[in-house]
């Protein structure tokens, strides 16, 4: 059983920086891609950044140029680096892991979710 848990987040103004981490601990044989997403409430759940095994990474347009997303294989954990924040990136934010816990069985998981909260 492969779970993921999320630290990070908070309280920030606008301008200031905040960071995310979320390792997966279990039965992992690889993990494929891991991603951050955010949800407001009455909103649908929206990609932030992705990363691949290889380090390609995608980004939704809201978050190009201020949010960084990374990857540290060996300890199967993502980050996600937020600067110049906004207050439209209030949400609560949740890790994503998509791989295999044998090569046989495939996971797609969720985080428990932290709240990020931009406010002057």
């Known amino acids: 059983q492969v779970q993921l848990v999320e630290s990070g987040g908070g309280l920030a103004q606008p301008g200031e920086s905040l960071s995310l981490s979320c390792s997966a601990f279990?039965?992992?044989?690889?993990?494929?891609?891991m991603a951050w997403y955010r949800q407001d409430p009455g909103k649908e759940r929206e990609l932030v950044a992705r990363v691949n095994s290889g380090g390609g990474t995608d980004y939704a347009d809201s978050a190009k140029g201020r949010f960084t997303i990374s990857r540290l294989n060996a300890a199967n954990t993502v980050y996600l680096q937020m600067n110049s924040l906004k207050p439209e990136d209030t949400a609560v934010y949740y890790c994503n892991a998509l791989g295999y816990s044998t090569i046989f069985e495939v996971f797609d998981l969720w985080g428990q979710g932290t709240q990020v909260t931009v406010s002057s």
């Open positions: 279990g039965t992992i044989y690889t993990i494929n891609a």
